[in-house]
């Protein structure tokens, strides 16, 4: 089974409000049936949603609409980072789980500077812990400290590394409509993917190639990189994703496909199969149970 591990979907403001943005403009729409039909046409199975920010109520009604192809990741907004005062950010989580959702993601941990020990957001990435679930990290450079500290702080505690545990900075959108970066691995970025690897917990999402390269496909500039990282996890800890819809039309999710095959030609099918899929479904079960046919609409 094909799973995409990290997809966005949206609509409009005025028709479901969202974060609004120079890379997610007001009119512009990622609706799911244009998700499913880029999924068929690419031959992938199963997806997991992850909102743009913390309004996501559209992304639980797709969820609760089609919850055997679909998974989702929630995204943490201050207060359920424990930041608000008066307010308990473990029933915060736990509301956002009551809809689906069955992951949470953050660009932040504590304060740079303070030990993870104090930070506000301890009894969440404790309760994670304790449920399973993993935290999907997406965090910029000044919190790559905390991150580090994470695994003996919270131990159990499933790890995801997004689009190859980069540190999200200086964003441009270029004249394709999609995020880019032009200093994608300084050196303490790489440090800390590297160092993560020791721990069995912490993942790494094969992804967002397109954003962090100054090439075309297969991204020769980043094989090394790549292939070190990949060397690190192995398959069985790393998760294909595309990145919809930024990649919607370049490269398009067929050519994200075989990306894996051309970046990392050593891997086995076995290791292939993990990556394209056996990882995602070991993260969220609920996909590997599923029964449906992968390419049916819920009404169906």
Known sequence: MIVDAHVHVFRPFRVHP?????????????????????????????????????EDDYVAEVLAADPDRFAAVAVADPDTQGRTAGVNPVRLLHARLTRGFGALRTQWLGEPGRPLAESPMLPVLRELAVGGLPLWSYLPPEQLPLLRALPDEVPGLRVVLNHLGFAPHDMRVDAHGRPAFDDPFPPQVIDTVMELAACPDVHLMFSGQYALSGEAPPYSDLSGVVAAFAGAYGADRMLWASDYPWTRERPGLAELRTLAERMLPDLSEAELAALHGGTALRLFPSLASSTSSPLSGPED
């Open 18 to 54: 969202r974060v609004v943005d120079d890379l997610a403009p007001a009119e512009r729409d990622a609706p799911v049936e244009d998700l499913r039909a880029a999924m068929a046409a690419a031959g992938v199975d199963r997806a997991v949603l992850v909102p743009l920010g913390s």
